[in-house]
């Protein structure tokens, strides 16, 4: 199992650009998760998904926007790109159920200038 | 609302010596407890979690955190530290909700000196 692969792993952009980050899955896993990590901040939830087709806000959902056409991938758009979306993009999935921990992928450094 | 502190942006400690790294949660319900690993240009890794089956979880790389229901805090230790271990550690807490959302501290960076 390749676990959660994010593509790409670097981007850079221009101000009001436009781009799509993909998430991808071989778990089988129903929950899906986009998060954005800054020095000093942690980790900050974008968005998330409980299931194909569904999505739903996060913590800081501002300036982003997600799709679950598949059950295996979470694409997390940013539709006018700004200096305050650089960041390291992380993708996380995990099963249904309190026991289980969500896995993550290697993320994606992304640097709008 | 749930929230987690992790005490502590950056500890440095010696090879060979005890490292104690401080979470305190906020959670109106039972929580659901972890403890992430994320090496140097990599994701998180999951080093241990606790739901509620034992106070003491024991992990991956001879980490172990106990769970304080008093003190509302689950610190991370080990006994003695490798040069491996530097790295950068997040707790962070589900409320259990349908969702599995989960709200993580900081984070500490862990520096080990030779």
């Known amino acids: 199992n390749a676990g959660v692969t994010q593509t790409p792993k670097f981007r850079v952009l221009k101000t009001g650009q436009s781009m799509t980050l993909l998430c991808a899955q071989d778990m089988n896993h129903e929950y899906m998760y986009w998060y954005r990590q800054d020095p000093g901040m942690g980790l900050r939830l974008i968005h998330y998904s409980v299931g194909e087709g569904t999505t739903a806000k996060g913590e800081v959902p501002d300036g982003y926007n997600v799709s679950r056409l598949k059950k295996q991938n979470f694409l997390l758009g940013l539709e006018s790109a700004a200096p305050s979306q650089t960041s390291v993009y992380f993708c996380?999935?995990?099963?249904?159920?309190?026991?289980?921990?969500?896995?993550f992928g290697p993320g994606t450094r992304l640097t709008v200038t | 609302a749930q929230s987690v502190t992790q005490l502590g942006s950056h500890v440095s400690v010696s090879e060979g010596a005890l490292v104690l790294l401080r979470c305190n949660y906020s959670s109106s319900v039972p929580p659901y407890l972890f403890w992430y690993v994320q090496y140097p240009n990599q994701g998180l890794q999951l080093l241990l979690k606790?739901?509620?089956?034992?106070?003491l979880v024991k992990g991956i790389n001879g980490f172990e955190a106990e769970f304080k229901k008093s003190e509302t805090s689950f610190h991370l230790t080990k006994p003695s530290a490798h040069m491996s271990d530097a790295a950068e550690y997040f707790c962070a807490v589900s409320d259990g909700g349908s969702n599995y959302k989960l709200t993580f501290g900081k984070g500490t960076l862990l520096t080990v000196n030779p």
């Open positions: 606790y739901t509620s089956a034992a106070t």
């Open positions: 996380a999935s995990k099963l249904a159920g309190n026991l289980d921990e969500q896995y």
